[in-house]
């Protein structure tokens, strides 16, 4: 049976080893202070270079399913503020960690990405139905700023032939169809005129007297 190797570190390369870590020393951030808002459930974490940084309470694990306000906000320092320890919920997190958007074992990240990308997903697929409905459901017919019906090119909507002078008088002006008595039918006007309603509003704007009628009685 062989024998097993066998890896021998020196004390030099350890002494090596510590000087390399030692020379990015300075360069580490650590936290000063920390404190759990409850109104915006967000850990709140102040560095010693200034910057203060607000992580969401659900992302980090062994916190997201916790309600007691008390065991959330009670919150230890420790490794020189390069550790965060909640010592009621025996849950502890690396600070440089968190600042590198690690909040919690592989499992924990993987669980994260997913609930992510299904959110995202949930979110494309409801402006996609918004932007669907919105194209689908856009009216044929739509309203002037004078109120009157128009069609989607802009053109009077035909109104029925029933359709008192009278009627058409509060949408295009007292003096439209002025020789026609208000009891008078559009289809009436039309028969006698040869113009579509449109082409009488067009007329009346341009100042053109529409024809008057042959029997008044009408």
């Not at 600070?95 to 924990?108: A, D, E, F, M, T």
């Not at 439209?176 to 082409?199: C, G, H, I, P």
Request: proline residues 4%.
């Amino acid at each position: 049976m062989p024998e097993p190797a066998q890896i021998t570190t020196t004390d030099a390369e350890i002494d090596a080893a510590l000087k390399r870590s030692s020379a990015f020393a300075k360069y580490d951030r650590n936290v000063i202070k920390v404190t759990y808002l409850h109104s915006a459930d967000k850990l709140r974490l102040v560095l010693n270079d200034g910057v203060i940084c607000s992580i969401p309470r659900r992302l980090i694990q062994g916190l997201s399913g916790v309600r007691k306000k008390e065991k959330l906000s009670q919150i230890q320092l420790i490794n020189l503020g390069k550790g965060l320890l909640w010592p009621l919920l025996d849950v502890a997190h690396s600070v440089p960690g968190l600042l590198n958007g690690v909040y919690g074992s592989l499992r924990w990240m993987e669980r994260l990405k997913s609930e992510c990308q299904s959110s995202s997903m949930k979110q494309n697929k409801v402006a996609t139905l918004a932007h669907h409905s919105f194209a689908f459901r856009r009216p044929s017919r739509v309203v002037g700023i004078d109120s009157r019906n128009r069609e989607s090119d802009g053109r009077i909507r035909e109104k029925s032939g029933n359709t008192l002078v009278g009627t058409l008088r509060k949408s295009y002006g007292e003096d439209f169809l002025s020789d026609w008595r208000s009891d008078a039918k559009l289809s009436s006007v039309r028969q006698e005129t040869d113009m579509s309603l449109n082409e009488m509003v067009r007329q009346h704007r341009l100042g053109k007297r529409l024809p008057p009628p042959r029997n008044q009685s009408q």
